[in-house]
């Protein structure tokens, strides 16, 4: 059954870069709606878990390395059609790929640093909102 609810992080690149107020500004005007906010940083084991799926990917040992390389800032969002619609507005993985105006083509440095995350399913999006989150921080 489909959720309103996404879950997403900003990543270590864009956290370093000070774009983090940028990017909260752009997922609001949108119309999304914070469920749940905080800074803090993951443990390479962390990252690796995170990512469990892609373990077998050659990029795998970077993504981790990556992802524990500094402050992140991960949130839950809420809105009418949330995984589909925040994809979108994110845009492609790769950013020389991603749409004019989406995140990761206004503030990716990289394939790999590619500024931000966002769930692929409703799915994922409860199971990596609960990796951060618990509910009493859900509000
Ligand atoms: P997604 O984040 O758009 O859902 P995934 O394929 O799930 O894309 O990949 C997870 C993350 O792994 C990407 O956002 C990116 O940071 C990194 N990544 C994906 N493919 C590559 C690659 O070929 N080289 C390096 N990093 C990659």
Redesign the pocket.
């Known amino acids: 059954m489909a959720t309103n609810q996404t879950f997403t992080m900003i ?1 270590p690149d864009a956290v370093e870069a000070g774009h983090t107020g940028a990017i909260i500004k752009l997922i609001e005007e949108a119309g999304f709606r914070i469920v749940a906010m905080k800074k803090t940083q993951l443990t390479t084991e962390r990252a690796g878990q995170f ?1 469990a ?2 373990s077998e ?1 050659p ?1 795998y040992n ?2 981790r390395t ?1 992802m524990s390389s500094g402050a992140i800032i991960p949130m839950i969002l809420e809105k009418e059609n949330a995984v589909a619609d925040f994809r979108k507005l994110i845009g ?2 790769n950013p020389a790929q991603a749409e004019e105006g989406t995140i990761r083509k206004l503030f990716a440095k990289s ?4 500024a931000i ?2 769930s ?1 399913s409703d799915e994922n999006a409860a199971i990596e909102g609960s990796f951060f989150f618990a509910g009493t921080e859900q509000y």
Do not use: C, I, M, Q
Request: no cysteine; proline share 0%.
């Open positions: 990543k990512y799926v892609h990917r990029f970077g993504l990556y492609a993985t394939l790999e640093a590619n995350h966002g692929d």
